[in-house]
């Protein structure tokens, strides 16, 4: 558990060159958030009854984009890598739920597909900020 401890804190300090990928990597699950957000709404064929997919969308794009405003400001860089990484894995889940509820309701199949490509893509950046580093081992 210490290793842990000390290999997270260690990766929580960025350098410059770790921000950029990491501003990257947020900045395009942000954008991917967002559009998924507007397909789920296009499901419903743009009515009110859709727009909870825009909601849920656009507000977790929102947080992305905190996180990565703060991944591009030296000061705050360690702020948004935390922030970025607690959020990922908070929506993985609540997406992968939300999938797997999707799924179980006859005629929500592509609205699953939809969820479940957010659940994907926010695994994929839980992944890509817990696993890149271009410091060297000792």
Known sequence: LNS????????AKPSSQDSDYYYFAVRNLAIFLFLAGIAGWGLYEFKARGRMSVIVGSASSALMLVAAYCLSQPGLASTGWYAAVTLSIVYTAVFGWRAVLSF???????????????TLSSAACVAALLLHSTKKAD
């Open 104 to 118: 179980g309701k006859p005629g929500y199949e592509k609205l699953g597909l939809v969820i479940a490509a957010m």
């Open 4 to 11: 842990l401890v000390l290999q997270l804190t260690n990766m």
